[in-house]
């Protein structure tokens, strides 16, 4: 796709400065712009490889006064780091802009779709399933009976929606996904041999929620897996079954929730956490990497550590782990001399 100068200020709200018609058609970093690309300055520090990119097209804040010659063509705008991201989605969503239905695909005669359907080759659609407007399928998805889909959602190329799933509006569900599995329910008999519960619930996923590449989320055992509106998976997480996100918490890469916990509303969970079943986590709370949860947890509480203690106290402690040998030593040498 190629873009001119004059049409980017357009979609931007702002102000060519040099040549209106130049033309771009693809992105780069402001240190690797060369021709035909669109690049930024937001951050101060970059100011320097303004005057050597050869980037043709550069967004810059309106306070910007260049201090050199300049072989790039400015568009001044309020924000150049936010009008940079708006561009970036007004770009995805013409990349996207798919419609139509390619063969071959399975539709049931039952299911029912909305407004400017895109459904990609080799995708099934089961019995009873419901689908809304301008909803984007990609190849090789597989949406099970019963299920329903909102308004604006995207489905990239091979998820797996489980029957009875249920996902709302500006939904975006990436590869590999798979939405709606069996939750991990076994029981022991009095010999020690597991025998499967049966899995009847759903999942629920509410509006503007997206689940990253390779993200597991289990139908609940009875009721619902629920993720409520505004939620963030990374890739490669597991979500076992009947838990339940609060709004607007997002969860870093590799971290698994057991079944049944819940989790408050704007938490920030980060890469490679552990939380165990039946537990729950409050509101605000922030959990860095790698830490271990292992009880409940009050609104606003800030963890590290596996367990997991309070984030000051982890620093604290730490201090004294790494000192640990030294310390030992100070120890040997006093009861020595006793």
């Known amino acids: 796709m190629v873009f001119t100068a004059g049409q980017i200020a357009g979609i931007l709200e702002g102000e060519v400065h040099g040549n209106p018609e130049i033309a771009v058609h693809k992105l780069a970093k402001i240190e690797e712009g060369e021709k035909g690309s ?20 550069t967004i810059v804040n309106k306070d910007f006064i260049p201090e050199q010659d300049l072989e790039t063509t400015l568009i001044k705008v309020e924000d150049a780091y936010k009008s940079f991201s708006k561009l970036l989605e007004y770009y995805n969503q ?3 802009n798919k419609t139509g239905i390619e063969q071959p695909v399975y539709k049931s005669d039952s299911a029912t779709f909305g407004d400017d359907l895109y459904l990609g080759a080799f995708s099934y659609i089961g019995s009873n399933v419901t689908i809304g407007n301008n909803v984007k399928i ?14 604006n959602v995207v489905v990239f190329a091979g998820a797996k929606i489980y029957s009875e799933s ?7 569900v990436h590869s590999g996904v798979i939405i ?28 503007n929620v997206d689940v990253g590449a390779g993200t597991t989320i289990d139908r609940a055992t009875l009721g ?25 918490t ?14 408050g509303k704007h938490c920030m969970i980060g890469g490679q956490v552990g939380i165990v079943g039946h537990i729950v986590i409050g509101n605000n709370v922030k959990i860095q990497a790698q830490s271990g949860i292992g009880r ?25 782990f790494k000192n640990l040998p030294k310390i030992m030593n100070r120890i040997d040498n006093l009861e020595n001399k006793d």
Do not use: M, W
């Not at 599995?181 to 049966?198: H, L, M, R």
């Not at 997002?250 to 989790?263: E, L, N, P």
């Open 38 to 57: 669109l690049t930024f300055l937001a951050n101060p520090k970059y100011t320097s490889h303004i005057y050597k990119t050869k980037a043709s097209i």
């Open 250 to 263: 997002v969860i870093a890469a590799q971290t698994g929730v057991a079944g049944s916990t819940k989790i």
């Open 224 to 248: 619902s897996t629920i993720l409520r509106k505004g939620v963030k998976l990374d890739n490669q997480i597991q979500i076992a079954h009947n838990v339940e996100i609060g709004e607007h």
């Open 94 to 96: 013409v990349k996207n």
């Open 138 to 151: 990609y190849p090789n998805v597989y949406i099970g009976d019963n299920v329903r889909i909102g308004n």
């Open 180 to 207: 709606g599995a069996d939750g991990f329910g076994f029981t022991p008999n009095s010999e020690g041999e597991f025998s499967k519960v049966p899995q009847t619930g759903n999942v629920i996923l509410e509006d």
């Open 166 to 172: 249920i996902i709302g509006n500006n939904c975006v």
């Open 296 to 320: 409940n947890v009050k609104d606003n509480e800030v963890l590290q550590g596996s367990p997991a203690l309070n984030y000051g106290d982890f620093n604290k402690s730490y201090v004294h």
